[in-house]
């Protein structure tokens, strides 16, 4: 059985830092695409940045330059780095996993919460 946990989130000042984690198990994720979404109070669930299983990456614009996305598929983990965080980040995180060739995400985790304060 398929199963994504995510851990990491918590609640940080403007400014600080915070590493997500998400341990995929149940299958060799090495060949997935693997990324994070997040969910913030009263809004639609907005794409972070995602990793292949090259390690080419892609953010988006709200993580570009400060987020980093990055994978240890001996340990089927994919990690999201965020530094200078704002308020605006407060959301809650997903990671998903997807096929290459499928453009939807097949396997989602139960998200993590993070919440900046001013």
């Known amino acids: 059985q398929v199963q994504l946990v995510e851990s990491g989130g918590g609640l940080v000042q403007a400014g600080g830092s915070l590493r997500l984690s998400c341990a995929a198990s149940?299958?060799?994720?090495?060949?997935?695409?693997m990324a994070w979404f997040r969910q913030g109070p009263g809004k639609e669930r907005e794409f972070v940045a995602r990793i292949s299983a090259s390690g080419s990456l892609y953010y988006g614009d709200s993580a570009k330059g400060r987020f980093t996305i990055s994978r240890d598929n001996a340990k089927n983990t994919v990690y999201l780095q965020m530094n200078s965080l704002k308020v605006e980040d407060t959301a809650v995180y997903y990671c998903?996993?997807?096929?290459?060739?499928?453009?939807?995400?097949?396997?989602w985790g139960q998200g993590t919460q993070v919440a900046v304060s001013s």
């Open positions: 149940g299958r060799d994720f090495s060949g997935y695409v």
């Open positions: 998903g996993v997807r096929a290459l060739s499928r453009a939807e995400y097949d396997y």
